[in-house]
């Protein structure tokens, strides 16, 4: 079974940020190992720590501002 308890800190930056399929990436490339050994380390280090699937960041509040905002300006310069 794979380690989990040294991951490198690029992975488990990744993983915190939500961002499952780069850590797989960065895992394989810092340990030459496969894709599917790197994924079962990577679902086993979230599943050991439950807290690394709540501290994702939803950006997706900012991306619904950001177009309100852009539509509503490009609203304004047509009717004004």
Do not use: C, F, W
Request: proline share 4%.
């Amino acid at each position: 079974m794979s380690d989990t308890s040294n991951l490198p800190a690029e992975v488990v930056n990744a993983i915190l940020a939500g961002r499952k399929i780069e850590a797989i990436k960065l895992l394989r490339e810092a340990r030459g190992i496969g894709l599917k050994e790197a994924k079962h380390a990577v679902d086993a280090y979230i599943r050991e720590n439950p807290s690394a699937q709540q501290r994702r960041p939803s950006g997706g509040g900012l991306v619904i501002i950001v177009v309100v905002a852009i539509l509503g300006y490009a609203i304004y310069k047509t009717l004004g």
